[in-house]
């Protein structure tokens, strides 16, 4: 099983958007940029029940995640896996990912319960 190296992992866990791939039920590509975090194992991303996100994993856990860094355009990591979706401690994370990229605690009461994804990599596809 691939693994990122501190250079790949680092992209991640900077201050960097991530831009995610699912596959939506007519085979076509659903992609969304969101905030991204590395657990050591795990590409993880944070989404909401009333996203489209969730319904496609569930169908198909098959998902890409590209980050491109900020600073380096020429820097960036691919990452492709399966997905696993869990609601435990999806509510702690969106707080630590807020934190990371806003400087505060989340608040958006328009999303009602949040869900933690976890990525395992299948693939890496390093540049930089």
């Given amino acids: 099983m691939p693994t990122l190296n501190e250079k790949q992992a680092k992209l991640l866990l900077d201050k960097n958007l991530a831009v995610v791939a699912t596959i939506r039920p007519d085979g076509t590509p659903q992609v969304t940029p969101t905030w991204v975090d590395w657990d050591g194992e795990h590409v993880l991303i944070n989404t ?3 996203r489209f996100k969730p319904t496609y ?3 198909d856990p098959r998902v890409t995640v590209f980050v491109l860094d900020q600073k380096d355009p020429y820097n960036w990591v691919s990452i492709t896996g399966k997905a696993e979706l869990t609601h435990d401690g999806a509510e702690e994370h969106i707080h630590k990912l807020s934190h990371k990229y806003n400087g ?8 009602p319960q949040r869900i933690l994804v976890k990525i395992t990599p299948e693939r890496v596809n390093p540049q930089g």
């Fill in 48 to 50: 909401a029940e009333s």
């Fill in 57 to 59: 994993l569930r169908r």
């Fill in 104 to 111: 505060r605690d989340y608040d958006n009461p328009k999303d």
